[in-house]
């Protein structure tokens, strides 16, 4: 009995320190976490370049080793820190992690010359270590909350977009013609998205009097445009800011589903006990 309680005291110190951002452990934790992951990222623009990766290649081969070590062993915590692993191993986060770990192993697998081209992939695969820091972004959830919340709104107007962008378009075919480089109905409508979204490649360019007015016209709506969908994201994070519950970093054990109100003793989804 005194085993099973010791095993589920350091397991749930464990999840604590793992999840959790509230206690110093856990934002000890996270620092270190974050730096690795800064770290890592930073090795994989090095090696890409040609004159550091020759020069330096060794200590850069035992930086990626130390740091894929650390993530491997991040990982393994996680899963036994929790009383549904499967849970966490088929989750987002939980895919990005081993994301984050599987490349460096599997360059041992593929060696020899032929598996150049496969390796160079694998390599690029540890950029996902970027998405790790997602978890350590609180305001990135209510961003994607506001987008989710207001995405009719934004589905409704670029699709207002797309229609007047064909209608400007078949009209500066009209007015310009082919010998103007506007050849098709297709590439007008190309001209006018990348002019509406003040892009403005050059490629081709109204030369009468009537398409040089017509193309003002579509650049000055194009700042009116641009402004619209961030005005509908921020409405959506304003009113959701007014209805915000405080909440904390608070992680359940059993479904790993944080964002919980404080003070609160149970999980709001699954209903096991936060803290034993």
Sequence with gaps: MDTQTSNKNWKAKLHEVIYEADTPGGKLFDVVLLIFILASILLVMLESVNSIDNKYHDLLNIGEWIVTILFSFEYIARIISVKKPLRYITSFYGIVDLLSTIPKYLS??????????????????????????ARYLGASNNLVKALKASRVKISVFLFAVIILSIILGTIMYLVEGEENGFTNIPKSVYWCIVTLTTVGYGDIAPQTPIGQFIAS?????????IAVPTGIVTSEITRSSDKKVQTNTQSCPSCSLSGHKDKAEFCYDCGHKLRP
């Design 217 to 225: 016209l579509v650049m000055i709506l194009g700042y009116g445009i």
């Design 108 to 133: 041992l697998i593929f060696v020899g010359t032929h598996a150049l081209v496969a390796l160079r992939a694998l390599r690029l695969l540890r950029v996902f270590r970027i998405l790790k820091l």
